[in-house]
């Protein structure tokens, strides 16, 4: 089942569909960790951000079967939120989660984080994972390889594409999809967590 919540319908749906085991999906600068983050700390449960744990020192790539364990042990929890799009571990998440939240604004509004982001980020040379800063490149490149921005506006489709298959998938029949494109919708959200 795929909801398209809108603000009215939260305090209906927050109720039954937000138990404590989220998965938090979407595309590059939709806004993943800061909403996982503030659902985690309104919900009281732990956080884990795939990228963090991906990401080795140098941009180095976790190996898969480390990948897969680190992600095993934090998904065994009772109460959780992963934020992160990373196929090699999303079985290990979805089969134990109960609800996927999927931030899918448009392109336009993504663009706009994913450039903001990375220039606060660069000009900062703030850390993001394990002693990695944003690759001034990103601004220059045009290869989504090689630059968070290219990959925010060429994956923008094939997110919206994954998402609405995969909430139609029987495998995902224990799921509760939640597709969040507004701030006000996110901000009722995290809203009515809080207070449940």
């Known amino acids: 089942m795929l909801a398209d919540i809108r603000s009215a319908d939260l305090p209906v749906l927050a109720d039954t569909v937000l138990v404590n085991r989220i998965s938090v999906v979407g595309n590059s600068g939709s806004g993943k960790t800061t909403v996982a983050r503030r659902l985690a700390a309104a919900l009281a449960v732990p956080h884990l951000e795939l990228d963090a744990v991906f990401h080795q020192p140098g941009w180095r790539e976790l190996d898969t079967e480390s990948f897969r364990a680190r992600v095993a042990d934090f998904t065994a929890q009772d109460g959780w939120v992963v934020d992160g799009n990373y196929s090699r571990v999303r079985d290990i998440i979805w089969e134990r989660a109960d609800t996927v939240i999927w931030l899918d604004p448009s392109r336009s509004r993504v663009m706009r984080q994913v450039i903001w982001r990375t220039l606060r980020r660069a000009v900062t040379r703030a850390e993001l994972w394990n002693g990695n800063r944003e690759p001034v490149g990103n601004f220059f490149r045009v290869r989504p390889e090689e630059s968070i921005i290219a990959w925010a506006w ?22 509760t999809f939640l597709r969040l494109r507004t701030r006000g919708e996110i901000t009722a959200l995290i809203e009515k967590a809080a207070a449940s």
């Open 154 to 175: 060429s994956r923008h489709h094939v997110y919206r594409e994954r998402y609405l298959r995969e909430q139609s998938d029987p495998a995902n029949t224990h799921l």
